[in-house]
């Protein structure tokens, strides 16, 4: 059984920052892609970062320069570093995952999620 467990999110001013962290277990973590996707109050999923295991990440236009995406393959854990935050980064920040490679932005490419870790910057 795949699980997914987000944590490390809290309530912070804007300039902070936070990092958060993925746990990944039951997924052959080597050959997987891992996402950090969040979705704001009344809004839909809007994607923040992905990592295949090439290493390479691709991000979402508003976090560019300011969060970076990691793995550690021998600890099956990614994390996400936040820096500069911002009002409009307020989110429940969701881990996602699939079982081989891919550079997907969309929900529908991940079939397996976690049930999120919040964000809440104030100004």
């Known amino acids: 059984q795949v699980q997914l467990v987000e944590s490390g999110g809290g309530s912070v001013q804007a300039g902070d920052s936070l990092r958060l962290s993925c746990a990944v277990s039951?997924?052959?973590?080597?050959?997987?892609?891992i996402a950090w996707f969040r979705q704001g109050p009344g809004k839909e999923h809007e994607f923040v970062a992905t990592i295949p295991y090439t290493n390479k990440p691709t991000y979402g236009d508003p976090v560019k320069g300011r969060f970076t995406i990691s793995r550690d393959n021998a600890k099956n854990t990614v994390s996400l570093q936040m820096n500069n935050l911002r009002p409009e980064d307020t989110a429940l920040y969701l881990c996602?995952?699939?079982?081989?490679?891919?550079?997907?932005?969309?929900?529908?490419?991940?079939?397996?999620w976690g049930k999120g870790t919040q964000v809440t910057v104030s100004s």
């Open positions: 039951g997924l052959r973590f080597g050959g997987s892609t």
């Open positions: 996602a995952a699939r079982g081989d490679y891919t550079l997907g932005t969309r929900t529908g490419e991940y079939g397996f």
